[in-house]
């Protein structure tokens, strides 16, 4: 029988495989933002959510050449359901897999996976390096200007929102209350 990891099993699997401190606190970024979506669209499984923002870099420190693959082989391994290895691997969809985001779920993390890297650079930028203050309008001047966190594909946040039919004003605003949810943890308070 496949296993539905919970939140400390899926902490302790992360852990195992990422020790850099940015991308741990990313997972945790990734994992509030998920919750706050979950609980804001009224579904059932706000853990699953959870856990999967948390396990969907599990291999990029170790494995960034074979990042969402080798996801893939490392939760089967444990016997992860899957719906959960799906969940995890989809956000890499159109880049290093083709594995199509198709539950709300899915689409979120693949549309807020990239703008949650955004809004943490837009955030230590501030004198106050916190999410508490930012605001809608200074993130999206950052967003715009390709130069800023040019690592951040646009691109992918659009096709993101384009599955969800959803607009920027909105993801925008909504995974900074997702991140203020969690801005302690990860260092943005």
């Known amino acids: 029988m496949s296993i539905k990891p919970n939140r400390q099993q899926a902490w302790e699997l992360l852990n195992e495989f990422t020790k850099t401190d940015y991308l741990l606190k990313h997972a945790l970024t990734v994992e509030g933002v998920m919750r706050y979506f979950a609980r804001l669209l009224g579904e059932e499984d706000v853990d699953k959510w959870g856990v999967v923002g948390l396990l969907h870099d599990l291999d990029y420190e170790m494995y960034p050449e074979e990042h969402c693959v080798k996801l893939q082989e490392i939760l ?9 290895i799906h969940a995890t691997a989809s956000h890499g969809y159109g880049i290093v897999v083709d594995i199509e985001p198709e539950h709300t779920m899915e689409k979120v993390l693949y549309a807020i996976d990239e703008l949650c890297g955004l809004i943490h650079a837009a955030a230590i930028m501030r004198p106050s390096k916190s999410v508490m203050d930012l605001e809608l309008k200074s993130v999206k001047k950052k967003y715009k200007t390709q130069s800023f966190a040019a690592g951040v594909s646009r691109d992918v946040i659009e096709r993101g929102l384009e599955m969800l039919g959803w607009d920027i004003d909105y993801a925008i605003s909504h995974t900074i209350l997702g991140m203020r949810e969690v801005a302690e943890e990860i260092g943005l308070k």
Do not use: G
């Open 76 to 84: 089967r391994e444990r016997n992860i359901d899957e719906e959960y």
